[in-house]
């Protein structure tokens, strides 16, 4: 195998077909904030990056009645607020002309049909042939009757080829436990084909996320101890600084455990837990993830309260502005138990990761937005510099920066210079925007063109939503028998609460401070 620059590109995308073809997106909730915010700065940046197929199209549906112009200023509005890259007016005009929006009910049959005419109007215009690519950014409510409708119009009958056409994206929560996540799964699965479906985590299109893989696959040293012999606990912790905002509605149902654990945190945890997949095919690298979530040990009964911390912010500051704390935000019941914060020790029950704990936090009102991967190993022998008891050395640490600063450091012990035999942690880091100058693609930048491509690698597979919910719902059910009428309070702007420390610390652990 050839190790240049060239070479190493072809390997790594050996058996990944990487070639988006023609397409038209059909964005359900196309006058959304999602819309607006994620999807189409996606495609302006995929466009700008000349990653986008010669031909392509976007038709966004909606409550809204917007003409085709209105659809294309509030996305401009949008792009030119939440794009990566700057708008340029000259390759806007080129991508809006692509744009298109048709109004209506979800809830109206009639709908289904117009999407395909007005599709089919567009095709013959921009000669695209009828490959198209409906992205539920809807409600789960609404999938049932979207898929019935899709289906009702004849535009869910797979085409002939390895990724058929038409694919459906489907958006979190899938579900809000097991059994309405199953639910969903066989609503869309009675309309579409396991390999229509893409189920988005939007985690898993992060630059880090994915270099995981190629930190752990792609190097020589790390894999041989990646495991219980040398590894002492990893650590996934992902903070956010921001409340609930305008989410009040759909936060108060899902909390922190729905919204944040059971899809972002655990394929944070299957990615570092994960056997090495023998390919890079899709089947190959889903069924790896998915091996994870059939080890993790069940989180019941009494366990859920030894396991598992659950808290709310009240007031505090963040940012040095004043946060009401979670009941008092609009919205949110006076007597709300809905979490905002959540951490919990997961154990991975295989011969890899034998008693290494995975400790998991993440929560909203925090000090600050960042989150990471840390992989700390054991400690050295209480010999030569480490003869101490008092002053144990400190552990090697691998963290990965998911954000805000996307990267990697090793903490490693170091001489101190002089004559005395005294030593200092010091740590070794790595940039992504230092090394790689342009800042990263966004998540949603990637996951759109695997879509387009047909590659499925980052997307949930069925079987994955369903375990992983199976898990979480264990921890649901230990917190509904136990029947808490008020939470656990962090103060707004701090790290969370002290039973989140003392989760950690009855091992003998710490939380990292980021
Ligand atoms: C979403 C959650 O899935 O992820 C949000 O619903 C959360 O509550 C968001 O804020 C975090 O994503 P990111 O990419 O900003 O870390």
Redesign the pocket.
Known sequence: MTWSEKGQVLATEAGRNHVAGPCTFVIFGGSGDLARRKLLPALYNLMLDGMLPSGYAVLGLGRKTLSDQDFRARAREGVGKYSRQALDDGKWAEFERRLFYLSGSIDDSQLYHDIRTRAEKIEAELKLPAHRIFYLAVPPASFATTCEGLQGAGLAQPTLGPTPFPRMIVE?PIGHDLESARQINVIVGQVYEESQIFRID??LG?ETVQNLMVLRFANSIFEPIWNHKFIDHVQIT?S?A?GVGT?ATY?QEAGALR??VQ??LLQLLCLVAMEPPYSLDPHVVRNARMEVLRCLHPITGQDVERFVVRAQYGHGKVNNVDVPGFRREPGIPSDSTTETYVALKAFVENWRWAGVPFYLRTG?GMVKRA?EIAVQFRDIPQILFNANPAAPQAPNVLALRI?PEEGLSLRIISKTPGSKAQTHPVEMHFKYGDVFGAPSPE?YERLLLDVMAGDASLFMRRDAVEASWAWITNILEGWKAQGIKWLPEYAAGSWGPVEADRLIQTDGRAWRTL
């Open positions: 979190k939007h985690y992060k992902v956010e921001e989410r936060y919204d944040m899809n972002h909203k989150s954000q998540a």
